[in-house]
């Protein structure tokens, strides 16, 4: 072998040696995304955050390592939804949202194979949070909140007419602003004496005429959870409508907070698969799974929520009963907002919002 046939083929040797070693490195990261890729999936929107990181652990992983499902969570917008749904690439599966925001998007909603459920009782379900294509998560109510170095049990208002009379009860008040979503057009009636069961369909120029009576005495409309919590907390308002899960997360870090639960309203977070959803089968494997009662009643536990089966409430400590809406509590002192109805006049109300704003 001459010199230069010698140097190539050792140049040769080398090049192929690193080629060899180079695929050695690599192949297993590239397997390793292929056997994630090939790997059964179904992903849902979720709205993020400590949210998230609680189902991972006592939904998601579990679910996974029983059905071999990986459970992928995105939290999308609701802009992001409608963008997806109208440009026909969807992304997601199901959605986990409020349950008049799905509304929003009916027609995109398939029917629950609740007869083919393997691990809940559809019929254990409760019938005002069943539905033909979308079922309830879990509930959370819109409370009065107050804080107690102002008032107590006995002194704060019992009912959202004396929330409204700030003249006779002074103190700062707060209540919930458009960014919400649903801001407290129920609570402007009921304060103007329509009862609990006659809200629906809500009279727009009368609960519009009850906001401006109370405006003058309202320190701040909040635009987040986050935002009514630390107004309580800090005696920015003494008084609020706020969240409940918002309300006893404070409550459990330390601030002296307290509710009144009279003439709460009722939110309902709620599962819908997506007619066009690419792992349609295996969203309805996940939905089944999110209703188990042990899953329901241990979320309830984490998130200061109310379960939508009767066996996960029944689960339930009598001291976790007590923080959280539904049972007793709900149909004597409580009412379910209309997610159908909201769904339809949204839009409206965020029109009539402005108006009001500019001109009262």
């Excluded at 963008?83 to 027609?107: C, F, H, K, P, T």
């Excluded at 609990?196 to 109370?214: E, G």
């Excluded at 409309?221 to 919590?229: D, E, I, K, N, R």
């Amino acid at each position: 072998m001459n010199d230069n046939i010698q140097k190539n083929a050792q140049t040769l040797s080398r090049r192929s040696m690193l080629k060899i070693a180079g695929a050695t490195l690599v192949a297993p990261a590239i397997w390793v995304k292929n056997a994630e890729a090939a790997q059964e999936r179904v992903v849902i929107r979720s709205p993020g955050g400590a949210y998230d990181d609680i189902r991972k652990k006592l939904i998601y992983e579990p679910f996974t390592k029983e059905t071999g499902i990986r459970v992928i969570p995105v939290a999308a917008t609701t802009g992001k939804l409608e963008a997806m749904l109208r440009s026909g690439n969807v992304e997601i599966d199901i959605i986990d949202n409020d349950d008049s925001v799905l509304l929003q998007w009916e027609s995109e909603l398939a029917p629950l194979d609740y007869a083919n459920f393997k691990y809940t009782d559809p019929a254990d379900i409760l019938p005002e949070y069943r539905h033909e294509n979308y079922v309830g998560n879990f509930v959370y109510a819109a409370v009065m909140g107050y804080h107690t170095a102002k008032f107590n049990k006995d002194t704060v208002p019992q009912t959202w007419a004396d929330f409204w009379d700030y003249k006779r009860i002074p103190a700062s008040r707060a209540l919930a602003d458009i960014d919400t979503g649903a801001p407290n057009l129920e609570f402007a009636l009921l304060a103007d004496g329509v009862p609990m069961d006659k809200l629906y369909p809500l009279d727009l120029p009368r609960a519009f005429a009850s906001l401006s009576r109370i405006k003058p005495g309202i320190t701040k409309f909040w635009s987040s959870g986050a935002l009514s919590v630390q107004m309580l907390s800090t005696r920015e308002a003494d008084l609020s409508s706020i969240w409940s899960t918002r309300i006893l997360k404070g409550i459990e870090e330390g601030s002296p907070l307290a509710i009144n639960w009279n003439q709460h309203g009722v939110h309902v977070q709620a599962y819908s698969v997506l007619k066009r959803a690419k792992n349609f089968a295996n969203a309805q494997k996940l939905v089944d799974y999110c209703l188990r009662p042990e899953v329901q009643s241990q979320f309830s536990a984490f998130w200061n929520s109310g379960p939508v089966t009767q066996a996960a409430y029944k689960a339930l400590t009598p001291e976790m009963r007590e923080k959280i809406p539904g049972g007793d509590r709900t149909r004597e002192h409580g009412f379910l907002l209309d997610a159908k109805w909201w769904a339809k006049n949204r839009a409206e109300v965020g029109k009539e919002w402005a108006k009001w704003s500019l001109n009262s």
